[in-house]
Protein backbone atom coordinates (compact mmCIF):
# COMPACT_ATOMS: atom_id res chain seq x y z
CA UNK A 1 0.00 0.00 0.00
CA UNK A 2 1.51 3.68 -0.54
CA UNK A 3 2.63 5.46 2.14
CA UNK A 4 -0.39 7.19 3.90
CA UNK A 5 -0.67 10.94 3.78
CA UNK A 6 -2.31 12.28 6.37
CA UNK A 7 -4.17 16.13 6.79
CA UNK A 8 -6.47 17.89 9.71
CA UNK A 9 -8.81 18.91 7.31
CA UNK A 10 -10.95 17.90 4.68
CA UNK A 11 -10.39 21.45 2.78
CA UNK A 12 -6.84 20.01 1.91
CA UNK A 13 -7.81 17.18 0.14
CA UNK A 14 -8.23 17.86 -3.23
CA UNK A 15 -9.79 15.76 -6.16
CA UNK A 16 -7.57 13.71 -7.78
CA UNK A 17 -6.37 14.31 -11.49
CA UNK A 18 -5.94 10.64 -12.20
CA UNK A 19 -7.47 7.42 -10.96
CA UNK A 20 -4.28 6.28 -9.10
CA UNK A 21 -3.77 9.12 -6.94
CA UNK A 22 -5.12 7.82 -3.88
CA UNK A 23 -7.03 10.16 -1.34
CA UNK A 24 -5.49 11.45 1.94
CA UNK A 25 -6.77 10.40 5.41
CA UNK A 26 -8.40 13.29 7.14
CA UNK A 27 -6.98 13.30 10.91
CA UNK A 28 -10.05 14.85 13.63
CA UNK A 29 -9.75 17.32 15.89
CA UNK A 30 -9.00 17.23 19.33
CA UNK A 31 -12.58 18.87 19.77
CA UNK A 32 -14.20 15.77 17.70
CA UNK A 33 -12.18 13.30 18.88
CA UNK A 34 -10.68 12.21 22.74
CA UNK A 35 -6.96 10.86 22.83
CA UNK A 36 -7.81 7.78 22.69
CA UNK A 37 -9.77 7.69 19.63
CA UNK A 38 -7.02 9.49 17.46
CA UNK A 39 -4.59 7.14 19.18
CA UNK A 40 -6.93 4.27 17.29
CA UNK A 41 -7.15 6.28 14.26
CA UNK A 42 -3.28 7.01 13.46
CA UNK A 43 -2.40 3.43 14.67
CA UNK A 44 -5.10 2.56 11.75
CA UNK A 45 -2.99 3.83 9.22
CA UNK A 46 0.19 2.68 10.76
CA UNK A 47 -1.16 -1.32 9.98
CA UNK A 48 -2.44 -0.44 6.93
CA UNK A 49 0.32 1.76 5.28
CA UNK A 50 3.75 1.05 7.19
CA UNK A 51 4.34 5.27 7.47
CA UNK A 52 2.21 8.44 7.90
CA UNK A 53 3.34 11.80 6.36
CA UNK A 54 0.62 14.00 8.60
CA UNK A 55 0.54 17.45 6.77
CA UNK A 56 -0.99 20.36 8.92
CA UNK A 57 -1.12 24.36 8.45
CA UNK A 58 1.08 26.44 10.72
CA UNK A 59 -2.01 28.64 11.40
CA UNK A 60 -3.60 26.45 13.43
CA UNK A 61 -4.59 26.49 16.66
CA UNK A 62 -2.02 25.02 18.98
CA UNK A 63 -4.34 21.82 20.38
CA UNK A 64 -4.03 20.32 16.99
CA UNK A 65 -0.17 19.89 16.46
CA UNK A 66 0.24 19.25 20.62
CA UNK A 67 -2.10 16.70 19.56
CA UNK A 68 -0.63 14.81 17.09
CA UNK A 69 2.93 15.34 18.91
CA UNK A 70 1.36 13.56 21.89
CA UNK A 71 -0.01 10.70 19.55
CA UNK A 72 3.31 10.39 18.06
CA UNK A 73 5.43 10.40 21.64
CA UNK A 74 2.76 8.11 23.10
CA UNK A 75 2.51 5.00 20.28
CA UNK A 76 6.85 5.89 20.31
CA UNK A 77 6.98 5.76 17.18
CA UNK A 78 9.46 6.44 13.94
CA UNK A 79 6.79 5.73 11.66
CA UNK A 80 4.70 8.81 11.92
CA UNK A 81 5.89 12.59 9.66
CA UNK A 82 4.82 15.57 11.26
CA UNK A 83 4.96 18.49 8.74
CA UNK A 84 4.01 22.06 9.38
CA UNK A 85 3.50 24.08 6.23
CA UNK A 86 3.07 28.05 6.56
CA UNK A 87 1.53 28.20 3.07
CA UNK A 88 -2.04 29.60 2.36
CA UNK A 89 -4.41 27.49 2.47
CA UNK A 90 -4.91 26.38 -0.89
CA UNK A 91 -1.41 26.41 -1.92
CA UNK A 92 -1.35 23.27 1.33
CA UNK A 93 -3.69 21.51 -0.66
CA UNK A 94 -2.01 21.82 -4.06
CA UNK A 95 0.85 20.31 -2.20
CA UNK A 96 -0.47 17.82 -0.56
CA UNK A 97 -1.78 16.46 -3.66
CA UNK A 98 1.40 16.29 -4.78
CA UNK A 99 2.42 14.47 -1.93
CA UNK A 100 -0.52 12.19 -3.01
CA UNK A 101 0.88 11.95 -6.35
CA UNK A 102 4.26 10.77 -5.00
CA UNK A 103 3.66 8.69 -2.78
CA UNK A 104 2.50 5.61 -5.40
CA UNK A 105 6.03 6.05 -6.68
CA UNK A 106 9.39 4.01 -5.46
CA UNK A 107 10.25 6.77 -3.09
CA UNK A 108 11.03 6.02 0.24
CA UNK A 109 8.72 7.41 3.11
CA UNK A 110 12.25 9.38 4.03
CA UNK A 111 12.34 11.23 0.88
CA UNK A 112 8.43 11.70 0.53
CA UNK A 113 8.50 13.36 3.72
CA UNK A 114 11.49 15.26 3.13
CA UNK A 115 9.95 16.39 -0.42
CA UNK A 116 7.64 18.48 1.12
CA UNK A 117 10.19 21.44 1.48
CA UNK A 118 11.87 20.88 -1.77
CA UNK A 119 7.67 21.52 -3.54
CA UNK A 120 6.73 23.79 -1.58
CA UNK A 121 9.08 26.49 -3.60
CA UNK A 122 8.12 25.63 -6.12
CA UNK A 123 4.31 26.50 -4.93
CA UNK A 124 2.89 30.28 -6.44
CA UNK A 125 0.18 30.75 -3.84
CA UNK A 126 -1.66 33.98 -3.32
CA UNK A 127 -5.51 35.59 -3.18
CA UNK A 128 -7.24 38.92 -4.96
CA UNK A 129 -7.99 40.56 -1.95
CA UNK A 130 -10.74 43.50 -1.38
CA UNK A 131 -8.93 44.76 1.73
CA UNK A 132 -5.23 44.62 3.13
CA UNK A 133 -6.18 46.53 6.25
CA UNK A 134 -5.78 43.27 8.71
CA UNK A 135 -3.55 41.08 6.51
CA UNK A 136 -0.69 40.40 8.74
CA UNK A 137 1.35 37.63 6.27
CA UNK A 138 2.81 39.64 3.93
CA UNK A 139 4.39 42.80 4.55
CA UNK A 140 2.06 45.75 3.95
CA UNK A 141 3.10 49.52 3.23
CA UNK A 142 1.42 52.14 4.89
CA UNK A 143 0.59 53.18 1.34
CA UNK A 144 -1.20 49.99 1.07
CA UNK A 145 -3.08 50.15 4.42
CA UNK A 146 -4.38 53.71 3.46
CA UNK A 147 -5.49 52.83 -0.13
CA UNK A 148 -7.49 49.35 1.33
CA UNK A 149 -10.04 51.82 3.01
CA UNK A 150 -11.04 53.38 -0.30
CA UNK A 151 -14.50 51.39 -1.38
CA UNK A 152 -13.74 49.26 -4.39
CA UNK A 153 -9.98 48.81 -3.84
CA UNK A 154 -8.46 45.53 -4.87
CA UNK A 155 -4.78 44.42 -4.07
CA UNK A 156 -2.94 40.99 -5.44
CA UNK A 157 -1.21 39.65 -3.11
CA UNK A 158 1.44 36.94 -3.53
CA UNK A 159 2.15 34.95 -0.29
CA UNK A 160 4.97 32.21 -1.83
CA UNK A 161 6.94 31.84 -2.73
CA UNK A 162 8.73 35.36 -2.39
CA UNK A 163 5.74 37.77 -0.67
CA UNK A 164 4.36 40.48 -3.11
CA UNK A 165 1.61 43.02 -2.99
CA UNK A 166 -0.06 45.23 -5.69
CA UNK A 167 -2.76 47.56 -5.85
CA UNK A 168 -4.87 47.11 -9.50
CA UNK A 169 -6.77 49.65 -10.93
CA UNK A 170 -3.96 51.87 -11.92
CA UNK A 171 -1.39 52.94 -15.10
CA UNK A 172 1.83 50.92 -12.21
CA UNK A 173 -0.04 48.30 -10.93
CA UNK A 174 2.36 45.86 -12.35
CA UNK A 175 2.06 41.56 -12.37
CA UNK A 176 3.31 39.55 -9.64
CA UNK A 177 5.76 37.46 -10.50
CA UNK A 178 4.89 34.21 -11.83
CA UNK A 179 6.23 30.75 -12.55
CA UNK A 180 8.96 30.25 -14.82
CA UNK A 181 7.91 25.83 -15.27
CA UNK A 182 4.30 24.94 -16.52
CA UNK A 183 1.78 24.86 -13.88
CA UNK A 184 -1.96 24.03 -13.17
CA UNK A 185 -3.94 27.42 -11.68
CA UNK A 186 -6.14 26.51 -9.04
CA UNK A 187 -8.39 29.37 -7.87
CA UNK A 188 -11.15 29.43 -5.08
CA UNK A 189 -14.07 32.17 -4.94
CA UNK A 190 -15.02 34.30 -1.73
CA UNK A 191 -16.59 37.36 -1.27
CA UNK A 192 -15.20 38.83 -4.14
CA UNK A 193 -16.41 39.09 -7.69
CA UNK A 194 -14.01 39.27 -10.06
CA UNK A 195 -12.41 38.23 -13.69
CA UNK A 196 -8.88 39.29 -13.05
CA UNK A 197 -7.76 35.90 -11.93
CA UNK A 198 -8.83 33.97 -15.28
CA UNK A 199 -8.92 36.88 -17.11
CA UNK A 200 -5.31 38.59 -16.11
CA UNK A 201 -3.03 36.53 -13.66
CA UNK A 202 -3.36 33.27 -16.01
CA UNK A 203 -2.63 34.37 -19.24
CA UNK A 204 0.94 36.25 -17.29
CA UNK A 205 1.61 33.19 -16.19
CA UNK A 206 0.82 31.07 -19.18
CA UNK A 207 -0.79 28.73 -17.74
CA UNK A 208 -1.49 25.07 -18.51
CA UNK A 209 -4.79 24.96 -17.47
CA UNK A 210 -7.30 26.34 -15.35
CA UNK A 211 -9.41 25.08 -12.49
CA UNK A 212 -11.91 26.36 -10.01
CA UNK A 213 -12.95 24.58 -6.65
CA UNK A 214 -14.46 25.65 -3.41
CA UNK A 215 -12.38 27.87 -1.01
CA UNK A 216 -11.33 26.23 1.91
CA UNK A 217 -12.60 27.24 5.42
CA UNK A 218 -9.71 28.73 7.17
CA UNK A 219 -8.68 31.34 4.17
CA UNK A 220 -10.70 34.13 5.23
CA UNK A 221 -8.64 33.73 8.75
CA UNK A 222 -5.39 33.27 6.72
CA UNK A 223 -5.42 36.30 4.66
CA UNK A 224 -7.55 38.76 7.16
CA UNK A 225 -11.06 38.84 4.86
CA UNK A 226 -13.26 37.08 3.50
CA UNK A 227 -13.54 39.51 0.71
CA UNK A 228 -10.76 37.23 -1.53
CA UNK A 229 -10.27 35.17 -4.49
CA UNK A 230 -7.24 33.04 -3.41
CA UNK A 231 -5.66 31.02 -6.03
CA UNK A 232 -2.19 28.98 -6.55
CA UNK A 233 -0.69 27.73 -9.35
CA UNK A 234 1.90 24.28 -9.01
CA UNK A 235 3.44 21.81 -11.28
CA UNK A 236 0.53 19.39 -11.93
CA UNK A 237 2.09 16.14 -13.98
CA UNK A 238 3.68 13.53 -11.77
CA UNK A 239 6.20 12.45 -14.34
CA UNK A 240 7.54 16.10 -14.02
CA UNK A 241 7.47 16.07 -9.82
CA UNK A 242 9.10 12.36 -10.20
CA UNK A 243 11.80 14.06 -11.98
CA UNK A 244 12.65 16.85 -9.99
CA UNK A 245 12.84 14.70 -6.54
CA UNK A 246 14.81 12.40 -7.86
CA UNK A 247 17.38 15.01 -9.16
CA UNK A 248 18.45 16.05 -5.46
CA UNK A 249 20.78 13.82 -4.18
CA UNK A 250 19.82 11.58 -1.19
CA UNK A 251 21.66 11.42 2.59
CA UNK A 252 20.63 9.06 5.31
CA UNK A 253 19.64 10.62 8.38
CA UNK A 254 22.41 10.36 10.89
CA UNK A 255 19.47 10.34 13.88
CA UNK A 256 16.58 7.88 12.46
CA UNK A 257 18.67 6.33 9.91
CA UNK A 258 15.81 6.97 7.53
CA UNK A 259 16.42 8.51 3.61
CA UNK A 260 16.29 12.54 3.03
CA UNK A 261 16.57 14.86 0.37
CA UNK A 262 17.38 18.62 1.20
CA UNK A 263 18.91 19.46 4.81
CA UNK A 264 16.69 18.30 7.10
CA UNK A 265 15.16 14.65 7.63
CA UNK A 266 10.96 14.96 7.35
CA UNK A 267 10.52 12.28 10.34
CA UNK A 268 12.60 13.37 13.11
CA UNK A 269 13.65 16.76 12.30
CA UNK A 270 17.28 16.28 12.11
CA UNK A 271 19.75 18.60 10.11
CA UNK A 272 21.78 16.89 7.57
CA UNK A 273 24.33 18.60 8.98
CA UNK A 274 25.14 18.87 13.18
CA UNK A 275 25.79 22.81 13.89
CA UNK A 276 29.32 23.62 14.78
CA UNK A 277 29.55 23.41 18.75
CA UNK A 278 30.11 26.42 20.70
CA UNK A 279 33.73 27.72 21.41
CA UNK A 280 35.06 25.91 25.37
CA UNK A 281 33.97 28.14 28.11
CA UNK A 282 35.91 31.53 28.92
CA UNK A 283 37.21 31.42 24.93
CA UNK A 284 37.12 35.67 24.57
CA UNK A 285 36.07 36.77 21.14
CA UNK A 286 39.44 37.11 19.81
CA UNK A 287 40.49 33.26 21.26
CA UNK A 288 37.48 32.69 19.36
CA UNK A 289 38.22 34.18 15.87
CA UNK A 290 40.93 33.32 13.07
CA UNK A 291 44.55 35.18 13.23
CA UNK A 292 43.56 37.09 10.41
CA UNK A 293 44.35 40.77 9.93
CA UNK A 294 43.56 42.67 13.78
CA UNK A 295 42.72 39.29 15.28
CA UNK A 296 46.45 37.97 14.38
CA UNK A 297 47.86 41.66 15.25
CA UNK A 298 45.95 41.54 18.67
CA UNK A 299 46.73 37.66 19.06
CA UNK A 300 50.95 38.99 18.87
CA UNK A 301 50.59 41.36 21.27
CA UNK A 302 48.06 39.27 24.00
CA UNK A 303 49.84 39.41 26.89
Not at 43 to 58: C, D
Not at 97 to 108: G, P, V
Not at 271 to 280: I, K, S
Request: proline share 11%; glycine share 6%; net charge neutral.
Amino acid sequence: MPIAIAVTSADLVLPPQDPHTPLAAVLKSPDKLPLEGSLAEMNSLLEQHGYVVAVYPASLPAAVPQRLHTVRSILESDRIALLELDLPPLGIALLVRQLRQLSICDFSPGVIASAARLLSHYIYSGALLGSVARLDRVPVGLKSHAKSWVPGSQFAVLANPTPQLIKLGGPAAGVLAGPEFGTHLLFAQGQLQSDWVTETLAPAWQVQGVQETLVPADSAGWWATPRLIEFAAAIPDISVLYQLVSSVRREKCRWCGLELIGDRCGFCSSPLTPPAPPPPAGVNAVNALPPTGENQHAAHHRP
